[in-house]
């Protein structure tokens, strides 16, 4: 998990909050010393856009007791905490498999919980 990244340009500093009343993913502005709160979903991880922009996170959502029921969902939002969407929302996930030791999840091994912005 990235627990907190400086954007592209320095100038904003993001991070997950969790284990309190206030879960979830905030951005702090350098030049305005203002904390803006993002989502209050808590990230498996995040990643900023290259334009520092836009940041894209990863929440895991049981919806079953079964380990291999869960949905994984890829969010985008502005770094004003503006135009938040789900990208990826309906789209139920279960490609680990099992192995010999148990579940390989990507809790363990990063797969999936990566988020990552790629250039064209």
């Known amino acids: 998990m ?3 990244s400086w ?3 320095s100038q904003r500093f993001a991070w997950i909050q969790c284990h309190s009343e206030r879960d979830g993913l905030y951005v702090l502005d350098l ?3 203002q904390i803006t709160p993002l989502s209050d979903l808590v990230p498996e991880s995040f990643a900023w856009s290259t334009d520092g922009n836009w940041l894209a996170f990863s929440t895991r959502t049981p919806v079953e007791n079964d380990v291999c029921k869960d949905r ?3 969010h985008i939002v502005k770094a004003d905490g503006t135009n938040l969407r789900n990208i990826t929302e309906g789209q139920s996930m279960c490609a680990l498999p099992h192995g010999p030791a148990g579940w390989m999840g990507y809790r363990y091994y990063g797969i999936a919980g990566d988020v990552q912005w790629v250039s064209p």
Do not use: G, L, Y
């Open 31 to 33: 030049d305005t010393a």
């Open 2 to 4: 990235t627990p907190e």
């Open 7 to 9: 954007s592209p340009d």
């Open 72 to 74: 994984i969902d890829i």
